[in-house]
């Protein structure tokens, strides 16, 4: 963090210095702030596994980034490296179900399986009722040689198809046809070689799963680690605003200016208009420099001629602004009612004019009524 320096600023120094130097504590403290929110974000999402630092704290992110840099490098190249030689033997366990698969397809009853059904051409027109998903052996070699990202991730994924080509068979079929004899052979062929396979298969699933475990735990930590060194550093940068804002504190109170007799007495007399909330917070005020003094008490006896320079400056202005803003609130109350005044007479207005209109169209009905001419 590059701190606030107040070094330089003392007693003799003008209004401007002392703004400058709040300015940019209030800027630090802002900065801090951010990066406070972003700590506590991490650890009140426990499932979070992404580093969230938002852009208001790229330079933070940065400073961090340079320094679990290598940590964070060193990971990657484990996990790619981890990969790789997953895939190399998910490759492997595929190439040997390969073989079994060209077995099945080599024999002499497997032709009916080796292309999608002629739906059509048979005149199987319930087909698609009873069977939800056709599959073929042609469009499984197909999807096993697909480069394009739209092939099988792992060798459980061509197993189920290949069970789903005999199902189908079977499921559409009478037990006694000859298609449904073909697809129950060969499905209990098929059956015994996958479970010479599966046994390696299993045990590349559980090596999988527990280098996926060993991964997500490794990049919690990298994370942790991370926003540790942030909350650590956080601390230590609080504290040193802490310093700053005590020294500027103890310049502030040395240029306070002693209020006059005449300045307390108005001050005393402008904490009774206060409402009870903000007389309360007024009295908190007091208290930050009286540690003495109890501003919950049932009674309070506030001394103000025994307040120090800074409490009393700090009072007035207060004060000031919070009877500035219930002036404005009750200006803003009396056009309020003045409006609604108005508001009224015209409503009334209005509704008188409409009884005189009536009266008077019914004064003109009887005298029409009472005319000779009627």
């Not at 130097?21 to 630090?28: A, F, G, M, N, Y």
């Not at 060798?155 to 559409?172: G, H, P, T």
């Not at 003094?293 to 120090?308: G, K």
Request: aromatic letters at 6%; a neutral charge.
């Amino acid at each position: 963090m590059e701190a606030v320096k107040v070094e330089g600023f003392g007693p003799d120094s003008g209004v401007e210095d002392l703004g400058r130097c709040v300015d940019e504590i209030s800027t630090t403290v802002s900065r801090l702030e951010q990066r406070v929110n972003d700590v506590e974000q991490f650890y009140l999402t426990t499932d979070n596994m992404e580093l969230t630092i938002t852009k208001s704290a790229s330079a933070f992110k940065e400073k961090v980034k340079e320094k679990q840099l290598t940590g964070l490098e060193k990971q990657q190249q484990e996990a790619s490296q981890r990969e790789a030689a997953a895939l190399k033997r998910m490759q492997e366990l595929m190439r040997q179900f390969a073989t079994i698969l060209r077995q099945i397809t080599q024999h002499k009853w497997a032709h009916p399986f080796m292309h999608p059904v002629d739906v059509e051409g048979l005149g199987l027109h319930d087909y698609y009722e009873i069977v939800q998903k056709p599959m073929d052996f042609g469009t499984i070699k197909s999807k096993m040689e697909a480069k394009d990202g739209t092939g099988y991730k792992n060798v459980r994924e061509i197993y189920s198809d290949v069970r789903l080509v005999f199902k189908n068979a079977m499921k559409y079929n009478d037990e006694r046809h000859d298609v449904h004899i073909m697809a129950k052979t060969l499905l209990e062929k098929f059956e015994e070689k996958w479970l010479q396979l599966l046994p390696k298969v299993a045990e590349e699933e559980k090596r999988q799963a527990e280098e996926e475990a060993k991964a997500e735990l490794d990049v919690k930590l990298a994370q942790e680690a991370v926003h540790a060194n942030m909350a650590k550093e956080l601390s230590n940068e609080l504290c040193e605003v802490d310093l700053q804002l005590e020294k500027l504190r103890q310049i502030v109170i040395q240029k306070c200016r002693k209020m006059s007799t005449e300045e307390k007495k108005k001050l005393g007399t402008a904490l009774t208009r206060l409402s009870p909330e903000d007389l309360g917070k007024a009295l908190e005020i007091v208290a930050e420099n009286n540690p003495g003094f109890q501003p919950t008490a049932q009674e309070v006896d506030l001394d103000i001629d025994a307040q120090s320079e800074l409490t009393l400056w700090r009072l007035k202005v207060f004060v000031q602004d919070k009877l500035k803003l219930a002036g404005k609130c009750s200006e803003a109350m009396v056009c309020n009612n003045i409006n609604n005044n108005e508001n009224t007479i015209k409503s009334n207005s209005k509704r008188r004019r409409e009884i005189s209109d009536a009266l008077t169209k019914n004064a003109i009905k009887r005298n029409r009524k009472l005319s000779p001419n009627s």
